[in-house]
């Protein structure tokens, strides 16, 4: 069975830094790309950053670029995103994904919540 765990939010005041973690289970994680998407309130998803089967080759929103790292470990099945100089607009729930075939399948999300 397919699961992607997602972990590490919580409230951190501006400026701050978190380092959410989604682990993989039920695939070979090595063979898919990743990605970390967002949504806030009344908002629609938006994808935030995606990283490749290896690792080698990233990208990020323009809202996030130089603040945000994406990362991946696959000896441990984790995609990692590193989220420094928070800011109150980067309050959404996270979500890891990755697409199986024509599947977009995705993870129950954490809340990140920058507020001073």
């Known amino acids: 069975q397919v699961q992607l765990v997602e972990s590490g939010g919580g409230l951190v005041q501006p400026g701050g830094s978190l380092r959410l973690s989604c682990a993989a289970s039920g695939f070979t994680f090595s063979r898919y790309a990743m990605n970390w998407h967002r949504q806030a309130p009344g908002k629609e998803r938006e994808l935030v950053a995606g990283i490749t089967r290896t690792g080698v080759s990233t990208n990020y929103a323009d809202s996030v670029k130089g603040r945000f790292t994406i990362s991946r470990d696959n000896a441990k099945n984790t995609v990692y995103l590193q989220m420094n100089s928070l800011k109150p607009e980067d309050t959404a729930v996270y979500y890891c994904?990755?697409?199986?075939?024509?599947?977009?399948?995705w993870g129950q999300g954490t809340q990140v919540t920058v507020s001073s």
């Open positions: 994904n990755f697409k199986l075939g024509d599947l977009d399948l």
